[in-house]
């Protein structure tokens, strides 16, 4: 009931606007493991890091720690893959959000864990009416966040997803403004040149997938993991 103009767009007028937004996934870099370092015992460890919010983190899935997308993700991608959940509850990519990513410990985590792969989800906290600034200011601090990722000792390669859809507008967060945070993170990572996957996509008409409407249950957070690796996998 609460999608947004972006799904209408797509099913009602099949628009090319947004038949390129779901072909963005399908033309994403994979993974190569010959870029990055060895173990003893001659192999690739890849470390991933799944930056994002509640949606990540997996608020209100039964055995959570198994069943969000970056435990599911990590079985997809193998042995020589570690994923991290640097999933924080309520975080914005606004720096001027009621809770920033960037002042979580989970931020912080980065540094210590290096990651080789990042896989940045945030947005939907950022369209709750204290949050929302605007687009020149959201995009602002996305492209302040995209930066601070890429400037980590590590150098990782980055992702970013195209947040869920919003089937039921709870907590502030809504699908009206979910569309232009959509708009706003294409547009930076057109210019940054950072490749997106489209969760809003591959998600969209999975509403038995969000039981309160904006949470994926272990179903949702298995396809999110599914599309993640299909966008990456080596």
Not at 79 to 102: E, K
Not at 131 to 151: H, P, T
Not at 172 to 186: F, K, P, Q, R
Not at 209 to 227: C, Q, R, S, V
Request: charged share 25%; aromatic share 8%.
């Amino acid at each position: 009931r609460h999608m947004n103009r972006r799904l209408f767009l797509t099913a009602a007028l099949g628009s090319a606007f947004a038949a390129g937004c779901s072909n963005k996934s399908k033309r994403t870099p994979h993974i190569r493991v010959e870029d990055f370092a060895t173990d003893r015992s001659g192999d690739p460890v890849i470390r991933v890091a799944c930056v994002g919010d509640s949606i990540t983190y997996g608020a209100g899935i039964q055995d959570r720690e198994t069943a969000c997308y970056p435990a599911q993700l990590e079985r997809l991608l193998g042995p020589r893959f570690i994923v991290r959940n640097l999933g924080h509850s309520g975080a914005t990519a606004s720096r001027t959000g009621d809770l920033p990513y960037i002042s979580t410990p989970e931020y912080a985590q980065l540094t210590e864990f290096q990651p080789g792969v990042v896989i940045l989800m945030l947005g939907t906290n950022d369209t709750k009416p204290q949050n929302w600034k605007g687009r020149q200011a959201f995009e602002a601090d996305y492209r302040a966040l995209v930066d601070s990722i890429r400037s980590l000792k590590s150098r990782p390669k980055l992702w970013a997803c195209f947040p869920p859809p919003v089937y039921k507008d709870e907590w502030g967060i809504n699908a009206l403004t979910l569309d232009e945070v959509l708009e706003s993170i294409e547009l930076v990572c057109d210019k940054e040149k950072v490749p997106i996957i489209d969760l809003f996509d591959a998600l969209a008409g999975n509403s038995s997938a969000f039981p309160d409407g904006i949470h994926p249950n272990a179903k949702g957070a298995e396809l999110m993991a599914k599309t993640v690796y299909q966008a990456v996998r080596p």
